[in-house]
């Protein structure tokens, strides 16, 4: 079933606490092999096959992993035969794992080849719908040899290991891309490799209002190869000191100026430039040859979601507790990383200002979670979920989404540190062991220090989001916690 229409390139996507357990059991320090288990689900995407562990099973040296009788070590019969009945039970795809020495170049020996050839048929016809393959891993580089039920034999492309330091594997270096000279600046940074890895990604933006259309600008002129705009709104006269490459024309000014006849007005509305044709707009003028997508629909609907399912990065610049609901899904279940941004300025009951701030908030699949800190609140999803007129009449005033005060400079200093953060770690200039934060900006509090709070976030193992347990890793095997798009 699944297997039918694979599509390559195959990646494997790990979150950082199996990334972790495995590279610590990979590379003790003894310089011998060792071996392990993954159970990966597989989800098909039109970017490729991506393979998210799962479930990691480390084999007990000298007693699952054990002196050859042809290779150096191999898996022990009864280790295998359990690890496919647990992976045939989840749904999953089985690759057993090995190590071996070197550090940026790796791949199978003879010994490994010949024992897939023996082994594998076997264990396909075990496993029946998922495919079966062995990796191997050094230092930095990972290579696989992936069987497929129909047959077919492919090889693993990438391996990425999730994490504030996040690391892309490949069997080795890949070449060094020609250079572009638009790039030449940037690429003094971050190399033409960097260069060419920012043209490879696909990049999600929710919201393309105040900060997401800095966002959008921001990665469009940075070289970013394709975005997915998702916005439903057309553009207001009170938008365009925020909204970047807008035009007062735009709004269509003539039609919906206060005086004119209400239903001009609703007609001026109605046909205002919609906000993601003005991102692509932007992004075209950036870069001519960029793909862009621009969804005018909302990301808590099921399909738009969906086509979120194979970026490589997300940023959440809506604020609803329901865009926060879904994108925090995704990141766990798919292993997408995303970032949370938005400012704001809090008044009092009498108008006065209480609070000004810019968040920006990193989401690592498995570590970092909107719903383990307590930033989706369940009685503003029912809130949410009611019509306007549902809302009139249960005197929900909470209207402020609208009138808020907004700030075209609160909204650049959370899309700069976004998408900074984003940048650092996709070009790999984040040191090892790099911890991501989240972080508030007060502009106006003198009793904050820098006039920045930086705090690591909770997670906890036992969430239905984040944990090992829950989501993280399911893939398609669940669903997000979407609407279901009506067809009529
Ligand atoms: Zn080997
Ligand atoms: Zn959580």
New binding site residues.
């Given amino acids: 079933m699944v297997t039918q229409s694979m599509t390559l390139p195959a990646s494997l996507h790990v979150p950082p606490a199996l990334a972790e357990q495995l590279f610590s059991h990979l590379f003790p320090g003894d310089g011998d092999?060792h071996g392990a288990v993954i159970g990966a689900t597989v989800v098909e995407t039109q970017r490729g096959t991506r393979f998210l562990a799962r479930r990691l099973y480390l084999a007990k040296d000298g007693v699952d992993y054990v002196p050859g009788k042809r290779?150096?070590r191999m898996l022990t019969a009864a280790f295998i035969r359990d690890r496919i009945k647990d992976c045939e039970r989840e749904g999953l795809a089985y690759f057993a794992v090995?190590c071996?020495g070197g550090t940026d170049h790796v791949d199978?020996?003879r010994?490994?080849l010949a024992s897939h050839e023996r082994g594998y048929p076997a264990l396909l016809d075990n496993l029946e719908h998922h495919p079966v393959g062995g990796l191997?891993f050094a230092r930095n580089a990972a290579a696989g040899d992936i069987w497929l039920q129909d047959g077919r034999r492919i090889e693993l492309d990438t391996t990425v290991f999730h994490g504030g330091h996040r690391r892309v594997l490949q069997s080795a270096p890949a070449p060094r891309p020609a250079a572009d000279p638009t790039y030449d600046r940037q690429s003094r940074l971050f190399g033409d490799r960097g260069q060419a890895v920012l043209a490879d990604q696909k990049v999600g933006i929710i919201g393309v209002g105040g900060a997401g259309s800095l966002i959008n600008e921001y990665l469009a002129r940075l070289g970013v190869g394709h975005l997915v705009v998702v916005d439903p709104d057309r553009v207001e006269i009170s938008n365009v000191p925020r909204v970047v490459g807008s035009r007062r024309r735009d709004a269509l000014p003539w039609l919906t100026k206060s005086g004119r006849p209400r239903l001009l007005r609703r007609l001026g509305q109605r046909l205002a430039t919609p906000k993601v044709d003005i991102a692509r707009r932007v992004a075209r003028q950036a870069n001519p040859d960029i793909k862009f997508d621009a969804i005018r629909s909302d990301v808590t609907l099921d399909t738009v979601a969906a086509s979120l399912t194979d970026c490589d990065y997300v940023f959440l610049a809506a604020d609803s507790m329901q865009a926060r609901l879904v994108v925090n899904a995704l990141v766990h279940q798919y292993l997408i990383p995303a970032v949370q941004v938005g400012a704001k300025v809090q008044l009092d009951q009498t108008g006065s200002v209480t609070e000004v701030f810019s968040v920006v908030r990193p989401l690592t699949p498995g570590v970092s979670c909107l719903w383990c800190n307590e930033l989706i609140k369940p009685n503003k999803l029912q809130e949410e979920a009611l019509t306007p007129e549902q809302r009139r009449q249960q005197r929900y005033v909470d209207d402020v989404d609208v009138h808020a005060p907004s700030v075209i400079t609160l909204n650049a200093v959370a899309a700069a540190h976004a998408v900074d953060n984003y940048l650092m770690s996709t070009v790999s200039l984040v040191p090892e062991g790099y911890v991501e934060r989240w972080m508030r900006f007060h502009p106006t509090a003198p009793e904050v220090r820098d006039r920045a709070i930086y705090e690591v976030p909770r997670s906890d193992q036992n969430c239905s989001e984040c944990g090992t347990g829950g989501r993280l890793g399911a893939g398609a095997s669940r669903r997000l916690p979407t609407r279901i798009t009506s067809t009529s």
Wanted: glycine share 10%; aromatic share 20%.
């Fill in positions: 092999e290779g150096y090995h071996h199978f020996s010994d490994d191997v």
